[in-house]
């Protein structure tokens, strides 16, 4: 994609704002080993789905690119709930691993929630157990989902305080929709959490500063639902067919987001693109949350650099 100045200087770069955070967590690292402690992470991943391979390689070279102790385990899709539970219980209580993330999707026999609550919520940086969603909803010290985390770091930086904003998040995930909702409530902003069923959507996505786009629907969010110079976070990544009719009939895809990116960028004030956005935040907050979760059970404060 070639983008004129205009538009480029409207970008959120996910991409290189991770890699400046992944920059931060190595010192980070650093310090605490040679205070004695390497935060250790380890990653399970059950079955063979594609998607999920590729975000646990990338999340393994990322850990020890960082400094931080890695463990993959990998099992097969066969598999059973009683056993992955087992080994669950064995890294809740393994004094080198910080960390635990089982990735989703689980194959159909296994429970996810059983084993997200199954995990120690001090060592969930996936931030999905019951403990850790309570405590983001009380304002307490939670481990908090990764995607929407890395959208309110880039809305930070890109903005400064968000006191005051109106933020609209449209979607009602527990993954993303709901704690991107507490974490904008936490920076004090008036949150409209809206839907599929919302009425009138597109204009209470008008009434937006910051639109937080979560609903899994490609490209869904148009143009004229942007409030002009709102900025737009567009978590969703969508494969849809090539735009070239040929190359569709060939079977070529390209990856989109829950916002019509070529309208909505004339209106905003700054915009994430898909891809590029979103996506490269959510390794690194994860890395972030091994780094929060390994000082938090020892005792210790997390180094500033």
């Not at 004695?36 to 690119?65: D, F, I, W």
């Not at 910080?98 to 609550?117: C, E, K, R």
């Amino acid at each position: 994609m070639t983008l004129d100045a205009a538009t480029a200087a409207k970008i959120i770069d996910g991409k290189a704002f991770a890699a400046g955070l992944r920059a931060t967590i190595a010192k980070q690292v650093s310090i605490l080993a040679d205070a004695g402690l390497k935060p250790g992470l380890a990653v399970v991943l059950v079955g063979e789905n594609p998607a999920s391979e590729v975000y646990v390689r990338n999340t393994a070279k990322q850990t020890v690119e960082v400094g931080m102790g890695s463990r993959e385990h990998k099992l097969p899709a066969e598999t059973t709930q009683a056993a992955l539970l087992d080994l669950v219980a064995h890294l809740n209580g393994d004094p080198e691993i910080h960390g635990i993330l089982v990735q989703l999707p689980l194959p159909d026999h296994i429970d996810p929630q059983a084993v997200i609550n199954a995990i120690d919520p001090a060592k969930d940086v996936d931030g999905f157990h019951v403990v850790n969603a309570g405590k983001l909803a009380t304002g307490g010290d939670a481990l908090v989902p990764c995607t929407p985390l890395g959208c309110l770091l880039m809305l930070r930086d890109r903005l400064g305080s968000l006191s005051g904003a109106n933020a609209v998040v449209v979607g009602r995930s527990n993954i993303v929709g709901k704690p991107m909702g507490q974490l904008l409530l936490g920076d004090s902003c008036t949150v409209t959490i809206a839907h599929s069923r919302t009425k009138d959507l597109a204009e209470v996505c008008r009434s937006a500063d910051i639109l937080v786009a979560a609903v899994g629907r490609p490209e869904m969010v148009l143009g004229d639902w942007v409030r002009p110079g709102a900025t737009v976070i567009d978590v969703g990544i969508n494969r849809v067919p090539a735009k070239d009719p040929d190359a569709a009939a060939a079977g070529k895809t390209r990856l989109v987001g829950d916002v019509a990116f070529d309208e909505a960028v004339v209106n905003a004030g700054a915009i994430t693109p898909v891809p590029g956005g979103v996506g490269p935040m959510t390794i690194a907050c994860l890395l972030k949350n091994t780094v929060t979760a390994a000082c938090r059970q020892t005792g210790r404060d997390e180094p500033e650099v």
